[in-house]
């Protein structure tokens, strides 16, 4: 079964320093896409970032990279230069694309972790 | 664009009463969902739908009935609510199933089942 783990509940980081979000995914479908989405207090749900399984560099977005890591099975969120307004929850989550127990097409979320930037 | 909008945003019911919450989308998407959200769980998927006409259940797909006949709307019906389904819910699309890229989310819809 896929299953994404994000192990941090919380977190802080000080403004203008980076910050590393872990998440690590399991599944045994060797095409996969992972995906990182804020949601600020205000609810919404915001894309970051995509990766996919097959791809040979890790993704950037602006202040955002994603470390791919894929023997180890992860897929950390890198924020450089932290600013107040990243203070959100962090949602890691994984799609894949094959048929190997179900979901796939679908988007399998992690718990979440919440952060914190501190002025 | 209005994108995926999502009514009510606030709903309060009582044990045994049931009610639609209301999705549509005029990106002319293929692929919708519900989702709901609950304090340290995440994200869990509902129903799913990958055009007019298909839809298929998710992880926690009890208590709930979806329908979808037409490409912009996706309603989620509750039969007979439980306070268990208190929670936020929401609808989000994209062009296919599958799709890599952004998955569109409506603003949620906090309902508390009392």
């Known amino acids: 079964a896929q299953k994404i783990t994000q192990t941090q509940p919380g977190m802080f980081v000080q403004e203008k320093e980076a910050v590393t979000l872990d998440c690590t995914y399991d599944t045994s479908d060797p095409s996969y896409g992972l995906f990182w989405y804020k949601q600020p207090s205000s609810g919404e749900m915001i894309f970051l970032i995509y990766?996919?399984?097959?791809?040979?560099q890790n993704a950037t977005e602006g202040r955002y990279s994603l470390n791919f890591q894929k023997a180890r099975k992860s897929a950390n969120l890198v924020i450089s230069a932290s600013q107040l307004g990243d203070s959100a929850m962090y949602f890691c989550a994984m799609m894949c694309f094959m048929n190997y127990g179900g979901s796939q097409g679908n988007l399998i979320f992690g718990k979440g972790t919440k952060l914190s930037v501190k002025p | 664009n209005a994108g995926v909008t999502q009514t009510p945003k606030f709903q309060v019911l009582k044990t045994g009463q049931s009610m639609t919450l209301q999705c549509a989308q005029d990106?002319?998407?293929?692929?919708m969902s519900w989702y709901r959200q609950d304090p340290g769980m995440g994200l869990r998927l509902i129903h799913y739908s990958v055009g007019a006409g298909i839809t298929d259940q998710g992880e926690v797909p009890n208590g709930y009935n979806v329908s979808r006949s037409t490409t912009e709307d996706f309603p989620l019906r509750l039969l007979s609510a439980a306070p268990s389904q208190t929670s936020v819910y929401f609808c989000?699309?994209?062009?296919?199933?599958?799709?890599?890229?952004?998955?569109?989310f409506g603003e949620g819809s906090r309902l508390t089942v009392l």
């Open positions: 990106m002319n998407h293929e692929y």
């Open positions: 989000a699309s994209s062009y296919s199933w599958g799709d890599t890229g952004e998955l569109f």
């Open positions: 990766q996919g399984s097959y791809d040979q």
